[in-house]
Nanobody, 117 residues
Framework: VQLVESGGGSVQAGGSLRLTCAAS???????MAWFRQASGKEREFVAQ????????PYPESVKGRFTISRDNAKNAVYLHMNNLKPEDTAVYYC????????????WGQGTLVTVSS
């Protein structure tokens, strides 16, 4: 399984971006997620979605502003980010968890999101 993120970039506070994670290989049934890591900080969970579309509660830091979705036919996962804040600046990673596993075993290279005030 290979994951490739795209859609990052620079945006002003209050703006929006949509990140895309394109998956290749066998991902049927996989749970997908987005994480982020800001410079000098630990990796942070952002959003998770099951194969059937069930969404795990968002962390308070992004709740109400970010939405995860997926298109299984296109083998893609999206992260819609609205009302971006400077503290959202980070490298965003897509991750995949295969059936029966309790951790994410596949990761993309990440895409940088920079939010200026």
């Amino acid at each position: 399984v290979q994951l490739v993120e795209s859609g990052g970039g620079s945006v002003q506070a209050g703006g929006s971006l949509r990140l895309t994670c394109a998956a290749s290989g066998r991902t049927s049934g996989y749970t997908m997620a987005w994480f982020r890591q800001a410079s000098g900080k630990e990796r942070e969970f952002v959003a998770q979605i099951s194969w059937s579309g069930g969404v795990t509660p968002y962390p308070e830091s992004v709740k109400g502003r970010f939405t995860i979705s997926r298109d299984n036919a296109k083998n893609a996962v999206y992260l819609h980010m609205n009302n971006l804040k400077p503290e959202d600046t980070a490298v965003y990673y897509c991750a995949a968890q295969s059936n029966g596993k309790n951790q994410f075993g596949y990761w993309g290279q990440g895409t940088l999101v920079t939010v200026s005030s």
